[in-house]
């Protein structure tokens, strides 16, 4: 998963050239870049963990498999120490064979023999959505179009209640649409249940009969009423059926198999530090998928990328000042519940974390960072990016983002890097069943080892931390100063920060 909204944008080079906290040991960082961008076995750790292992949903045997992957690759790469860490999610979920088809009414001509009313059916291409509940087969269901789900939609539609309801949606062209489409669900969603309607059938984001597969729970628990993405394609077909004037009845059965908490567990590698090695720094990616496809740009690469900046850090021989962890996080996609997990049960050390620096959106070019809303970081951050100008990754954001795995440490206070990318193909195959090995682009994924690398070990080797943990009130402030309060309220967010659930208590 990655979701981006823009709240704010600082272009570097228009901040002041001062650098509070300068960066030793250039020759160091340029070690690191050169070994990093030498041939390596991310691709083959890639293929493995994609085309052999395949999707990776917690709770199903390719996730352990890819726990196990990851912890053979750490080793491989030269760690000081792997394990795991296991956490647990509150459900299973798994598709059964989630089938719909559509029926309609239609005139034919009446000269000749054979005329008057008459009914066609059709195969409707259909998902479930994840962590949705499951739907016991019903049949000639009405299906009413709400447009976008709009409480003036809802109104406009009528009385919906037993019907399953037609979402239209836009198609997935920028972060913010991808922002949206998992903003605008959950009020729909209300609205559907307060409406007693049977089911929704979103229209797929993606053209060409792409369906793809994402929660709009919040936190791994079954969401409300069962729900399908429908090919966009069939959506468009039903919805000029009815716009036409025809009815239109759905089949729908999706027998989706639900069960209790599952067990399931991140990997963490080490390089210890040579001279703090108290104080840590994280790299990190989330190492779970979905599994229509494989998981290969979200989150496969980046995976391989964590495993790949250890090698290069440790084979350039420089130990860092710091330990640097690198971390493969699962649960991810159920509402970054490894991270969650991870910064909670590791809360008392955070103090001595010294930034957390995140990839999760395919292989599109490094353009800068996003520092969640942390002002203060900037002028060293500045210092930080400045060796990874060649490879054009020059801005740095104050935004604070949700929808990845640095989120519960920036609620924590931690610094916080999340790597920002072009889209280039991540929208198209986001969570969907084209998301394989082959759209990985594997030149530009090294050099994203390249700037990870050196960003983690900077941070490892600062005289001083890059910024202070700050306090419970200062995060809150920065929510403020980011314009991020009604972000964190649709996301449901706010009352669990403000009650002391999520995020740093004091
Ligand atoms: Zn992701």
Request: some cysteine; proline content about 4%.
């Amino acid at each position: 998963m990655r979701t981006v909204k823009t709240v704010f944008f600082v272009c570097i080079v228009s901040l002041g050239s001062f650098a509070a906290n300068p960066v030793p040991d250039n020759d160091a960082v340029n070690k690191i870049i050169q070994t990093a961008l030498q041939p390596s076995t991310i691709q083959e750790n890639l293929r493995r963990l994609t085309d052999e292992i395949g999707g990776r949903v917690p709770g199903t045997p390719a996730m352990q498999h890819a726990v196990q992957w990851g912890m053979q690759a750490f080793s491989a790469a030269g760690a000081d120490s792997v394990h795991s860490e296991g956490f647990e999610i509150p459900n299973s979920w798994s598709e059964g064979a989630t089938e719909m088809s559509a029926t309609t009414s239609h005139m034919v001509s009446s000269t000749g023999v054979g005329g008057g009313t008459v009914l066609s059916s059709f195969r409707v291409r259909a998902v479930s959505v994840a962590w949705a509940p499951a739907l016991a087969p019903v049949k000639h269901v009405p299906i009413a179009d709400v447009g976008q789900g709009t409480e003036a939609d809802f109104q406009k539609a009528g009385d919906v209640a037993g019907k399953i309801l037609l979402v239209h949606t836009v198609v997935l062209k920028t972060w913010d649409d991808l922002f949206a489409e998992y903003t605008n669900a959950p009020p729909i969603i209300d609205r559907a249940v307060k409406a007693k309607a049977k089911a929704i059938a979103f229209m797929a984001t993606r053209e060409h009969d792409i369906l793809y597969r994402h929660t709009n729970s919040e936190a791994g628990e079954i969401d409300r009423l069962p729900m399908v993405v429908v090919a966009r394609e069939d959506g468009e077909r039903i919805a000029r059926l009815l716009s036409a004037g025809n009815l239109v009845w759905a089949d729908l059965s999706i027998p989706n198999q639900i069960a209790g908490p599952i067990k399931t567990s991140n990997v963490i590698a080490e390089i210890r530090g040579a001279e703090k090695p108290e104080e840590f720094v994280i790299l990190g990616a989330h190492l779970d998928s979905w599994e229509l496809g494989t998981g290969a740009l979200d989150n496969g690469c980046n995976a391989a990328l964590v495993v790949d900046a250890l090698r290069a850090i440790k084979a350039s021989g420089t130990p860092p000042r710091r330990t640097i962890r690198f971390i493969l996080f699962s649960g991810e996609e159920e509402g970054l519940l490894g991270s969650r997990a991870y910064a909670f049960n590791h809360r008392s050390e955070l103090d001595r974390a010294a930034g957390v620096v995140i990839y999760d959106s395919g292989t599109g070019q490094t353009t800068g960072f996003s520092l969640g809303g942390r002002k203060d970081l900037l002028p060293t951050a500045k210092s930080l990016i400045a060796p990874l100008a060649q490879f054009d990754v020059r801005n740095l954001k104050l935004d604070m983002e949700w929808g990845t795995d640095h989120f519960d440490f920036m609620l924590e206070g931690v610094p916080t890097f999340v790597a920002d990318q072009q889209e280039a193909n991540y929208l198209e195959n986001y969570h969907a069943v084209s998301d394989t090995y082959d759209k990985v682009d594997f030149p530009q994924l090294k050099k994203h080892v390249a700037e990870a690398a050196a960003l983690a070990f900077q941070l490892a080797n600062l005289n001083e931390k890059v910024g202070p943990r700050l306090t419970h009130d200062q995060i809150e402030q920065t929510m403020r100063d980011t314009n991020s309060v009604e972000m964190f309220k649709s996301f449901g967010l706010w009352d669990d920060w403000q009650s002391g659930k999520r995020g740093r208590q004091k």
